[in-house]
């Protein structure tokens, strides 16, 4: 069990949108620690997708944004296309873990 | 280009020992904090092991006491020695490099441990 809650599992049409979110507590997300969030597709190995809350690194589509609000954060992918597919991490600090990393338990995303 | 290279994965049965490394390129393992992060079968990505730019080390409460992850800056070099495995500590290693979060990402090394 996760301190970090994602849904296990979402799925949308092409060109469709979709939101994972990412619950935490008090002591990770609450306390202000950033949220990232990491793509992770077949066979490959995973990929920083939003850092700070909402920032995308240089090469990741707009299509991608992230945001985060009390002791939550949410990814939100639009424009869904079939290479989207795959599983969705969101990772956080937390002052209880002398601030390193905790990983949300993954969301896998289903293209239909 | 940033490159992150893991190796030396394999079979190793109960109670055994292994040592992985992470040969990087375009940035200096003494200037990020360097991770390791695991995903065994079928599960998702945990955190396994840190060490700050400083040289201070810190471990997820499943490893701490039997990994310990070092760094050899003459070959820009990251390791995790791997004591005491667990049947659950089966997984794909990833080396990654950044701050407060996974900026570069190696392709993953396969540790099995299994008699």
């Known amino acids: 069990q996760s301190v970090l809650t994602q849904p296990p599992s979402v799925s949308g049409a092409p060109g469709q949108t979709v939101t994972i979110s990412c619950t935490g507590s008090?002591?990770?997300?609450?306390?202000?620690?950033?949220v990232h969030w990491y793509q992770h597709l077949p066979g490959t190995a995973p990929r920083l997708l939003i850092f700070?809350?909402?920032n995308r690194p240089s090469g990741v589509p707009d299509r991608f944004s992230g945001a985060r609000s009390g002791s939550s954060a949410s990814l939100v992918i639009s424009g869904l296309q079939a290479e989207d597919e795959g599983d969705y991490y969101c990772?956080?600090?937390?002052?209880?873990?002398?601030?390193?990393?905790?990983f949300g338990g993954g969301t896998k995303l289903t293209v239909l | 280009e940033v490159q992150l290279m893991e190796s030396g994965g394999g079979l190793v049965q109960p109670g055994g020992s292994l040592r992985i490394s992470c040969g990087v390129s375009?940035?200096?393992?003494?200037?990020?904090?360097m991770s390791w992060v695991r995903q065994a079968p079928g599960k998702g990505l945990e955190w396994v092991a840190m060490?700050?730019?400083?040289?201070?080390?810190y471990y997820a409460d499943s490893t701490e006491g039997r990994f310990t992850i070092s760094r050899d800056q003459s070959t820009n070099t990251l390791h995790l020695q791997m004591t005491s495995l667990r049947v659950e500590d089966t997984a794909v290693y990833y080396c990654?490099?950044?701050?407060?979060?996974?900026?570069?990402w190696g392709q993953g090394t396969l540790v099995i441990v299994s008699s």
């Open positions: 990654t490099g950044g701050i407060s979060r996974a900026d570069h």
């Open positions: 375009g940035f200096s393992v003494s200037k990020k904090y």
């Open positions: 060490m700050y730019s400083g040289g201070n080390a």
């Open positions: 008090s002591s990770n997300i609450g306390a202000g620690h950033d």
């Open positions: 700070g809350n909402k």
């Open positions: 990772q956080s600090n937390d002052f209880k873990l002398k601030g390193l990393w905790l």
